[in-house]
Each structure stands twice: as C-alpha cells, then as structure tokens.
C-alpha cells in the first residue's frame, strides 16, 4: 500500500466524530479503493484526491469520481494553499467545519480570546 493511501485513509478518519461516521467513511474508503485497484489508480497521489463525506449526505460512487475530475479553471488558486489544480474542500490542509480538529481550534481561539 503506498504511503500517500494511508495518510489518505488517516486524514479520512481523522475528521470522524462518532462511530457511525467512521462505518460511513469506511465504506467509502472501500469503493474508492477498490475502484482505484480495478482501474490501476493504486499509485495515484492520493492527497490530490478529496476525501470521502462524513455526512449522512453521502453521494453515490459515481458522482464523486465526476467531482474529483472536474478542474477548476485556468488561474484558480486554492484559497488554504495557494497551490492551482484543486478546489478548496479539495485541499489536503482543508479541515471540515464539523470536525473534531475544526473545533478543537475554534474552541482554543475563543477561550484564547478572554
């Protein structure tokens, strides 16, 4: 398994909450890399590719592969990284709003601010 998978399936279960987030994002995982193995896209960059939704919202299979696809347009710069080639929830430093890291920082700025 190369390095670049596991530090995406660590990134992907770092943003869960609760045990059902995590079976959800599990799941995921799997038809994201079996895809990836009957395509031979095991050796991809795996931190170009967005992560799997925590959600409940889960979309089907194929319409996340059509938005990992989809590039932004020519002079977009990613507003975390400011790298070109990816869109912002696509960013390998994105931290999702309702995570726990998310709210590990909002709640340490705020207490910080007294």
């Known amino acids: 398994m190369p390095l670049s998978l596991k530090d995406f399936v660590t990134r992907a279960f770092a ?20 895809q990836a193995k009957s395509g031979n896209g095991m050796n991809q960059d795996w931190g170009k590719v967005p992560l799997p939704p925590v959600g409940p919202d889960l979309p089907p299979p194929s319409t996340q592969i059509k ?16 790298i070109p080639g990816h869109y912002i929830k696509e960013c390998p430093q994105y931290i999702a709003p309702n995570s726990f890291f998310y709210l590990q920082k909002s709640s340490y700025a705020a207490t910080s601010l007294r």
Do not use: A
């Not at 943003?15 to 079996?34: A, G, Q």
């Not at 938005?67 to 400011?82: E, F, H, N, V």
């Open 67 to 82: 938005t990992q696809q989809k590039k932004p347009p020519p002079g977009y710069l990613c507003r975390i990284c400011r």
């Open 15 to 34: 943003r869960c909450v609760s045990d059902e987030e995590r079976n959800r994002v599990e799941n995921r995982l799997r038809e994201t890399i079996n």
